[in-house]
């Protein structure tokens, strides 16, 4: 889906795609940054945890939160006829922040895809909302997501599977766990299919603070590696056999630090 | 993509998916409706043979448009620096209709995505100009199209491989050839990631022509097959086991013959 169209001189909400294993025990730096832009005092944040399978994903982030102060709550939202519930959709419009907890992404999209609280997601972000996401959570913000694939630095016939995510927006492809897993192999795999978007590897503990403009910070203890394929002179993908590794000419990579920016419009890259 | 943005009070153009092998002997049915519908004597057909690796393939289609009457001419994009020439984009900007030839979708897609060509299908399409692709010319015409998969009736876990196409619409995945490589499992897989889309699998010499408000028409000698699983309950991709049959609960599904009418907005059928 494209990113749902915004409510005129209404600014889009924050994405905040998230590498998995951010800090929830110390400074809690990026936790406590989402929950800020939230309304801090004064945010209800809402928390998805679809993804995970385990009970006490939900209650877990629900205290880091109120820890911070201000309000915090959860959806149960395990099978599609949850989504159309009036109760789940009510506490959804309430919210001033919404966070996505880590898990599988295909829990994800196959359990709220095309429902309306995939909808209504899309609709309140396009109107101010801000929506941040954890390892699948991260995963599941863009148009089109890495579903599976394969750890290792070579790009391969066989790298990447893709899936259709929320499409909050559709300038990126986000990767997770990025150094920690060795995935850069898969996230050129992703890319090479067609070369129109920018791909961004991002380390646990990092996360890409996006703003409205579409400018994203570095915040975290680890990196993220953006790889922008609008100078590829080839990608082999189309005839490439299977399992094979595959040849692309002409990647242009940035590895941003803390602070770092980048323009997921102009594509381009800023130090700190 | 998402498709790209209209200039105010010009109607789209029509985007027609051509299930392959269509009639060129005979009564030429969809050709011929394609070539009417871009202005008959007066159109100007631009054929895109870059999905195929046979040198007639380009030289083929130009003969049998001018065969009905007007213009037609193709144009040699076989790499990423020729979508980059002045020339071939001159060529695009002048034509009444674009022919997207059968052959690899991935050498569509990573030859032309990013591209000015691919930028500029995308916003001749939504300014007027009539876009047909047959076989792998009608999968890369969506958002989200089909790569590579398996014949055979039942969805399983492996059973599609997706990739970003050219995002003329957000509404639909294509899939053709269908009934004659049997692949309605591998519609269903490709639906089971994200059911927010409706599936349409085209039969040989058959096409659904998609009108400016998104209404298609089915056009030619075989049927469409549409997957809509807007009211699936269930999907099990997301904990499916590599290779394993997928459960997928509340498809509805259309067979629509010649002059049987879709609304890919509202996902209501019509018979004739």
Redesign the interface.
């Known amino acids: 889906?494209?990113?749902a169209e915004a409510v005129q001189n209404v600014d889009r909400g924050w994405i905040i795609p998230i590498g998995g294993a951010e800090d929830k025990e110390n400074d809690l730096t990026i936790l406590s940054k989402f929950w800020e832009l939230s309304g801090g005092k004064k945010a209800k944040i809402l928390i998805i945890p679809t993804a995970s399978q385990l009970a006490d994903t939900g209650p877990r982030y629900v205290e880091i939160f109120e820890r911070l102060g201000g309000k915090a709550m959860y959806i149960r939202v395990d099978?599609?006829?949850d989504c159309f519930k009036d109760r789940i959709q009510g506490k959804l419009k309430r919210a001033t922040g919404i966070f996505i907890t880590g898990g599988?992404q295909?829990?994800l999209?196959?359990?709220l895809?095309?429902t309306p609280v995939?909808k209504l997601i899309r609709s309140l972000n396009a109107n101010g909302i801000h929506v941040a996401g954890t390892s699948a959570g991260a995963a599941i913000v863009t148009?089109?997501m890495i579903?599976g694939g394969k750890a290792g630095p070579t790009p391969t016939e066989d790298g990447a599977?893709?899936?259709?995510?929320l499409g909050l927006t559709?300038k990126l492809i986000v990767d997770q766990h990025f150094r920690q897993r060795d995935r850069i192999g898969r996230l050129m795999t992703a890319l090479?299919?067609?070369?129109?978007?920018s791909g961004i590897g991002i380390d646990e503990d990092t996360a890409a603070f996006i703003n409205p403009q579409g400018i994203f910070e570095v915040v975290g203890a680890g990196s993220i590696t953006v790889v922008d394929?609008?100078r590829?002179?080839?990608?082999?993908?189309?005839?490439a056999r299977h399992r094979e590794n595959l040849t692309l000419i002409g990647m242009t990579v940035h590895v941003l630090g803390e602070g770092a920016k980048y323009d997921i419009n102009t594509r381009e890259a800023f130090a700190e």
């Open positions: 889906m494209c990113p099978e599609r006829e599988n295909l829990r999209s196959t359990i895809g095309g995939a148009e089109h579903a599977t893709m899936a259709p995510g559709n090479s299919y067609n070369p129109f978007i394929p609008a590829l002179t080839h990608s082999s993908m189309h005839d």
